[in-house]
Structures are given as structure tokens and as C-alpha cells.
């Protein structure tokens, strides 16, 4: 069946990176394109970026544009997320997604907290 493991969040102070990293089974991986998404504490779902089948193109809310690279191998079935200079609002759970970005998440996700 389809699983979808993220892995790579934590509790870091503002300014930190931080590399997501989502491990996919159970479909074709490289015929789909793959998101990342996350929700804040009491928030709804945020869009976080979109990378096509085969990662030549990369997209990006204009708010996250600059601090966010996503990436992905086909071979090994991975998508990652790269976060540059954390903020306090991109505390969150993130998940991440295949197919259409607006595909609700059904994995566990991983936690981003970020304090000083």
C-alpha cells in the first residue's frame, strides 16, 4: 500500500536549516508530481511547494519563494524539502503529498518547532 515517511523536522532557533526528507512505496513515484505541505498549530492546510514528475520544474508560494528548495530522487524514491533561515511561523507539521498539491496528506508528517 501507499506509505509516505517524512523524517528530518525537529526543534531548532530561528535562523536554522533544516532538510526534510519524505521517503515513498507503494506507487510509481516518478509518475506523479510531490508536495509538501504543513499546518500550523490551530491553522489550516498551507501549500508549501510542488516539484514535477521528473524535478525539472519547482514551485513555490511567493510568501516562502527564497528560503524553501525542493528536490527529489527518482531512483530512490525521495522527495526532500530544504528550509533556509527558520522563522517562528514556519513552526509546523509537515507533510508531504503526490499528485495535485491540494491532495489532503494521510501520513504522520514531520514536526518543525522553531523557538529561541
Known amino acids: 500500500q501507499v506509505q509516505l515517511v517524512e523524517s528530518g523536522g525537529g526543534l531548532v532557533k530561528p535562523g536554522a536549516s533544516l532538510r526534510l526528507t519524505c521517503a515513498a512505496s507503494g506507487f510509481r513515484f516518478s509518475a506523479y508530481s510531490m508536495n509538501w505541505v504543513r499546518q500550523a498549530p490551530g491553522e489550516g492546510l498551507e501549500w508549501v511547494s510542488t516539484?514535477?514528475?521528473?524535478?525539472?520544474?519547482?514551485y513555490y508560494p511567493e510568501s516562502l519563494e527564497g528560503r524553501f528548495t525542493i528536490s527529489r530522487d527518482n531512483a530512490g524514491n525521495t522527495v526532500t524539502l530544504h528550509i533556509t533561515d527558520l522563522k517562528f511561523e514556519d513552526t509546523a507539521r509537515y507533510y508531504c503529498?503526490?499528485?495535485?498539491?491540494?491532495?489532503?496528506?494521510r501520513s504522520r508528517g514531520t514536526q518543525v518547532t522553531v523557538s529561541a
Open positions: 503529498t503526490y499528485g495535485p498539491a491540494e491532495t489532503q496528506p
Open positions: 516539484i514535477s514528475k521528473d524535478g525539472e520544474n519547482k
